[in-house]
């Protein structure tokens, strides 16, 4: 296991790159997104401090998502065959799966309010780190539609 430092926008990984590798991200925050044939982002997954982050390919797989630096980042970076994968604790593997996991049944039947607080709840300490539009694709709605969730859950607070 190697520790990089990379940069704020920094691209460590495109779609069909060889090899994808692991990133435990020790400080800063990535991002995990594809682009759609219109060229629309759609955000997978956001990767804080203590999180893993990888491409859920098979070994020997081209990549299919981008990742980037949200914040200038420092991460433990590990190939991905199974002897290197070992070296890395279950907790955080767990935790992404879960996470993914639970993404799933909101994105498929939670309303927005639904999954901006799911949102907070799964990623506290970023919420003010990520643009809105960031968070919108992440919910699958408009920034707009993320606005009106935002203040209706404001006014259901009063």
Known sequence: MK????????????????NPKVYKVVSGLLRVYALDQKGKEHIFLFGPEGWIVADGVPLNAPAVLFIDALEDSTLE???RVQQNL??????????????LQNRVIMLLSASAIQRYEHFEETYPSIVQRV?????????????????????????SKL
């Open 86 to 99: 070992d070296k890395i604790t279950i907790d955080p593997l767990i935790k992404r799966i879960s996470v």
């Open 131 to 155: 643009p809105q539009k960031m968070i919108a694709s992440y919910l699958g709605i408009t920034p707009e539609a993320l606005s009106k969730v935002k203040s209706q859950k404001a006014k």
């Open 3 to 18: 520790s990089i430092t990379i940069k704020k926008g920094q691209i460590i990984q495109h779609p069909g790159d060889a």
């Open 77 to 79: 970076v590990t190939d």
